[in-house]
């Protein structure tokens, strides 16, 4: 390994690896004979090795896992893991009619889990080499070529609410706090968001998620409201690293919205049916920024009833489009099918634009963190239209085991989105293995495409390949 590629990380992951050498030393020494019960009680630290050696290697591997609560609704489409998700997933909303089930480390050691309010998280460091020497942008999440790092070190708060239940009203809320070089990728004009965009830090944080949900047991069968920050409604990908099939992300979802702050309500309709409205900021904005904008957002989810097919429609943060901080105008669709119990594929496609963007050649300045647009001669401003679609395709190996293969295309027609007005072709594969719950690997290779001129490297290279792996360590 290129010695020089290890500085860059040490001083901002040398507290986090930290933590994980204690908790793996920790386990190591757990593992002894059960105390009688008359024994003292083991200690925090003891309870959340004991968790990771339990997980790691338990004691009957073949003996009959508890049955799950009941669920309302449909049966889960996927296994997870190794799947990300077992649900057929949308956003803005918990899955209504989704016990509870999770069982975390860290909440565990606190209390043996014993609270509907959980703490938990994961530190994901990662290592990419390319032939880029420089950046290898648009690619996200590694875009800091041939490194290792830290992309994540994330820890959640929440609490959810119970909407297998329709007796009676109930809440949740979420908080989450990210660190590492990610968090410009989540960032939001408004919420210390100068870190990013006007001193472009390598290492940051942000604060990703808060919001309040609740849940109406009433109406139709069941709602939920949720008020605050919340991931962008539309997509296959989301930002935080274990809810994705593939450590990088498609060039598709590099340049859509991030998250949005405002009110999003789902409504469950019937068992196949589900309809979502919202009215946010706009997207990436705190409403308090002068960028903020009343948007709409309209999505109609349909599973059929052998939920071997979900299609999910969006038009998401809908107002003027006039130019602004990321004032997309954004129109998703999603197809999920599953042509097995261990073979499924999903499909995203959507147009974006943004009305009178300012020409990079003209004489009006752009706003900082927001891209100009390759405009007409002659032209001050112009629309800046972008199209784009991702194909996933997934093979369940074992409980512990899949392979992705995804297909991506981007048409950034007027530059405004990546800074080069081109076409984009990626084609990305990768191999997920788990460890007991609570260690992900995913190793991956990647080949991409800039066809009518150099996009990679600054501007100077067409085509991109990256080998890179991420892990991903829950707490």
């Known amino acids: 390994m290129n010695a020089s590629i290890l500085p860059r990380c040490f001083r901002p992951c040398k507290p986090l690896l930290l933590i994980v050498f204690l908790i793996l030393r920790a386990a190591i020494h757990a593992q002894q004979p059960t105390p009688p019960p008359d024994a003292p009680q083991p200690n925090f630290f003891a309870r959340w090795a004991s968790f990771y050696r339990q997980d790691w290697h338990p004691a009957n591997p073949s003996a009959p896992t508890p049955s799950a609560p009941a669920r309302r609704g449909l049966p889960s489409p996927l296994d997870s893991p190794p799947f990300p998700n077992s649900d057929w997933s949308y956003g803005g909303s918990p899955t209504l009619g989704e016990p509870d089930t999770a069982s975390y480390p860290l909440m565990t050691a606190i209390n043996n889990a014993r609270t509907r309010t959980k703490i938990y998280g994961w530190l994901e460091p990662s290592l990419n080499f390319s032939t880029s020497s420089t950046t290898n942008a648009p690619e996200a999440n590694d875009v800091y070529s041939n490194r290792f790092e830290l992309s994540q070190s994330v820890l959640y708060i929440e609490r959810l609410p119970n909407s297998v239940q329709r007796e009676h009203a109930d809440w949740g809320y979420h908080l989450t706090a990210l660190f590492g070089t990610d968090y410009r990728f989540t960032t939001a004009k408004g919420y210390g968001s100068s870190q990013w965009i006007d001193n472009h830090r390598q290492y940051g944080f942000d604060p990703t998620l808060e919001y309040l949900d609740i849940y109406l047991p009433h109406v139709a069968q069941g ?118 119990k261990s073979i499924h594929m999903a499909i995203e496609s959507w147009y974006m634009y943004e009305r009178d963007v300012p020409s990079i050649t003209g004489s009006i300045k752009p706003e900082t963190g927001a891209n100009p647009a390759f405009c007409l001669p002659g032209e001050q401003r112009c629309t800046a239209p972008e199209y784009a679609a991702v194909n996933f395709l997934q093979k369940e190996l074992s409980e512990h085991d899949f392979l992705s293969f995804r297909s991506d295309f981007l048409n950034d027609k007027k530059g405004q989105r990546t800074g080069y007005a081109t076409r984009y072709s990626e084609n990305s594969i990768t191999w997920s293995h788990w460890i007991g719950t609570t260690i992900q690997l995913r190793p991956e290779l990647r080949f991409e495409r800039a066809w009518d001129r150099p996009a990679y490297n600054n501007g100077q290279h067409h085509n991109q390949l990256t080998a890179a792996s991420d892990l991903i360590f829950h707490f």
């Open 223 to 340: 709602m939920n409201i949720r008020i605050g920050r919340f991931i962008s409604v539309p997509g296959i990908e989301a930002q935080l690293a274990p809810n994705n099939y593939i450590f990088s992300h498609s060039l598709l979802y590099s340049i859509d919205p991030f998250t949005d702050t405002g009110i999003m309500a789902t409504a469950k309709i019937n068992d196949n049916w589900l309809l979502q409205l919202g009215l946010t900021g706009g997207h990436d904005v705190a409403l308090w920024t002068r960028d903020a904008k009343p948007s709409g957002t309209v999505c109609i989810s349909y599973t059929t009833t052998s939920v071997n097919d979900n299609l999910y429609l969006c038009a998401n943060g809908i107002n003027s489009a006039k130019y602004a901080y990321n004032n997309v105008q954004q129109y998703d669709a999603t197809w999920y099918h599953r042509f097995s």
